[in-house]
């Protein structure tokens, strides 16, 4: 009996990326399953001291990462010019590795003066848009 498989270079293309795109949909939703079962993160201001410049922007913000009754807090301040994006990767996966603790990543105050509403809508073209017109 002849073996019937037929070689992937023999397929048509459409069927090919349709099976890539198949396997990119699947992947993308493992993923998003499993974001959603981690701890949520919540970014909150938290009041500073005086400064020059308006009062609105006289605080400090956080981003929370893990548990909201936690044991141990670790409090993660980024280098100059970094912001609290810029450690949340490891921020949101310390917790899932140790148990009872809440890791914080430190905004400055000048992250305030950043325009991110672009951003908002969720939409990169609509981002795009906003700030290269």
Do not use: C
């Not at 890539?20 to 009041?47: D, F, M």
């Not at 914080?104 to 017109?133: I, N, V």
Request: proline share 7%.
């Amino acid at each position: 009996m002849r073996d019937t498989a037929v070689p992937v270079s023999s397929w048509p293309i459409s069927t090919a990326i349709r099976l890539a795109l198949s396997a990119l949909a699947i992947t993308l939703l493992a993923l998003a399953v499993n974001a959603a079962g981690a701890s949520a993160s919540r970014y909150v201001a938290i009041k500073g001291a005086k400064a020059p410049g308006p009062k609105q922007y006289d605080k400090v913000w956080v981003e929370k990462h893990g548990p909201r009754k936690a044991d141990t807090v670790f409090v993660v301040i980024p280098g100059a010019g970094g912001g609290a994006g810029s450690v949340a990767p490891i921020a949101r996966d310390l917790p899932k590795r140790v148990d009872g603790l809440q890791v914080w990543s430190f905004d400055r105050r000048e992250q305030a003066f950043e325009d991110t509403s672009g951003f908002d809508s969720g939409d990169p073209a609509a981002a795009t848009d906003y700030y290269l017109g």
